[in-house]
């Protein structure tokens, strides 16, 4: 069974009224067709929370002050009248995990999928509040805080789903990578992600992007494998023509390190189910 649970139906930089056209009917046929050409069963949306009016109760940076715009409710509503998985992409908020269970629970998601874009108030993924430009530039510290973060998150006991779970990396070479070997800054998610049987995503979305390696890494993807972390499957779409990218890839990765079932979701309970034989599928860009 193949699934692709990290779709969004809206680009991130638009802000137009998402009720207009992407939160409409017309459009999730448009995923539907896709996803039945790449022979995924399971389709989830997962916006991202800061997309939302309802993520300033958790957070007031600016990034989420310009783009909170969206009602909550409204989506969840709309999401469950298709035949699409209702999920959410919501970043982990130090300090603020109390009001994100509240905000979490008051709504029935079929899945939630917990991500790390910010170390602190600087981003890891964005030109703009980039941390790469602080803390002295050092990819150890900025690797070591990020991996704390994610073990943090993942201990939280808010998230279904692990998302780009080495997200650091996106930048690929542009950015330089620690000295230290990678896997010592991946031991403390992994070990949260056991200890608190949390899912990894195996998301494609890093081959489109500077990286050019599916998230998470090989190196972490073995470890979370070998610790008995189970593994759900996305592609991170932000258009239907990226469903499925590249699962033929992704499957190759999760058979050599002996994975063969996937998670599937539904009001949040998970259940195992073997894993499909996927096909090369979608558009890089």
Known sequence: ML???????????????????????ENVDRYLESAGAAGIAELGCAEHIYRFSAGLDLWSHPFWERYGTDDLDAYCEFVRTTPLKLGVECDFVPGAEDKTRTLLEAREFDFVLGSVHFVGDEAVDLDEFAVWETRGGDPDKIWRRYFETVAEAVRSGLFDILAHADL???????????ERDPRFYYEPAVEALAESGTAVEISTAGLRKPTGEIY??????????????????????????????????????????????????????????????????????
């Not at 593994?231 to 994975?259: C, K, N, T, W």
């Open 3 to 25: 699934t692709d649970y990290h779709v969004h139906l809206r680009p991130d930089e638009d802000e137009t009224d998402p009720a207009g056209y992407w939160f409409t009917s």
């Open 168 to 178: 650091v990396k996106v930048w690929g070479r542009a950015r330089p990578g620690p």
């Open 216 to 285: 998470p890494s090989p190196a972490f993807a073995e470890m979370c494998a070998e610790a008995g972390v189970p593994f759900a499957l996305s592609s991170d779409a932000h258009v239907p023509e990226q469903l499925g990218y590249r699962y033929d890839l992704a499957a190759e990765m999760l058979g050599r390190i002996g994975v063969d079932q996937i998670a599937v979701f539904d009001r949040r309970v998970r259940t195992l189910r073997s894993l499909g034989t996927p096909v090369a599928q979608g558009a890089p860009s």
